[in-house]
């Protein structure tokens, strides 16, 4: 097994999850590449965070499940970039008092500060709900905290 924690996550592509997700989840090529684009941008949070990140956009949330299922080739993006593989930690899961639940304004500040303005993928109204009119409050269905593992 090789690891290249410092390699660039930026040049990762991913064909086999944009030939799965266009016309199911994306109605389109750019569609699928900006979800894509924002998920490699939080995975790179992720990287570089000591405190748990949450998972504020849905769009990109079902690039993360459609990553998962292809476990071989997400093992193999988690211990390239990672060194690691990276759990995806469901919010029932944040009820546990060992971990702090992540809020939208410490995700926001960490992109702005990497990345400049917020793409319009990510929850909107202060966290409060996803980006889709009619959703609901809890916007931490999902997180990473590293270093965690389940095993």
Known sequence: ?????????????????????????????????????????????????????????????????????????????CQDYFGRYIHHIPTENTKDNRYKTPTFESFKTQYEKRFGQLSPLWATNNGECWSTPGCSNDVSECWTTPGCSTD
Do not use: C
Not at 48 to 54: D, E, K
């Open 1 to 77: 097994m090789s690891t290249h924690a410092n390699a660039d996550i930026f040049n990762y592509e991913a064909p086999f999850l944009k030939a799965r997700m266009v016309g199911t989840h994306f109605d389109s090529e750019n569609e699928f590449d900006e979800a894509f684009s924002e998920f490699i941008k939080f995975m790179s949070i992720v990287k570089s965070s000591s405190a748990p990140v949450g998972m504020f956009s849905k769009e990109v949330d079902s690039v993360w499940h459609e990553f998962i299922i292809h476990t071989k080739q997400y093992f193999e993006f």
